[in-house]
């Protein structure tokens, strides 16, 4: 039952959870891609945050757009019983899958400034480096860390309710 103290219960801690999660990935992933793009150096990781509050915008309308499409295809993958790791791998895997796919383009039309048909002709050689990036930053860093904050905020409920 520990695996319950580390989701969000209710749309408060959804906010707080995908709020750390997003502002992560966003603030990781962006300057990573875009340096293995350019290149790595302080004038493109500077370029880079200009942009971040636009495609910060992007990955929170996205989140709440593929969040039940995602919800959805993980349970097809996913039955009663599997391990609570399993179960968030799975669900992390198909929101990293269609939010790539679409921030494949449309981040690259915020990065670049301008809406081309370049990033659907580029589409299926910079789509694995972002999706393998993105998983990455997703299961490792960014839904660890916002799990180990919720986990840690119900501790403090539960304790404040004990005493």
């Known amino acids: 039952m520990d695996y319950v103290m580390k989701l969000p219960q209710n749309k408060k801690e959804f906010i707080i ?6 502002i992560l990935s966003v603030n990781i992933i962006a300057p990573l891609i875009t340096c293995f793009e350019l290149e790595f150096c302080l004038a493109v990781w500077l370029d880079t945050l200009k942009v971040i509050p636009f495609l910060w915008l992007a990955v929170i309308l996205l989140v709440l757009i593929t969040h039940k499409p995602a ?3 993980a349970s097809l993958y996913t039955k ?10 799975i669900n992390i ?14 981040g690259t039309w915020i990065g670049t400034r301008q809406i081309s048909l370049e990033p659907f002709r580029l589409f299926f050689y910079k789509w694995p480096r972002n999706f393998s990036i993105s998983f990455f930053v997703e299961a490792c860093i960014a839904q660890p860390f916002a799990r180990y904050v919720i986990f840690q905020l119900h501790v403090r409920q539960k304790s404040s309710i004990e005493t």
């Not at 959870?17 to 997003?22: K, L, Q, R």
């Not at 899958?97 to 494949?104: R, W």
């Open 80 to 89: 009663n019983g599997d391990s609570f790791s399993a179960c968030v791998l």
């Open 17 to 22: 959870f995908m709020t750390i999660v997003s």
């Open 93 to 106: 895997l198909f929101n990293v899958l269609l939010m790539s796919c679409a921030l494949t383009v449309i």
């Open 71 to 73: 919800e959805y295809l």
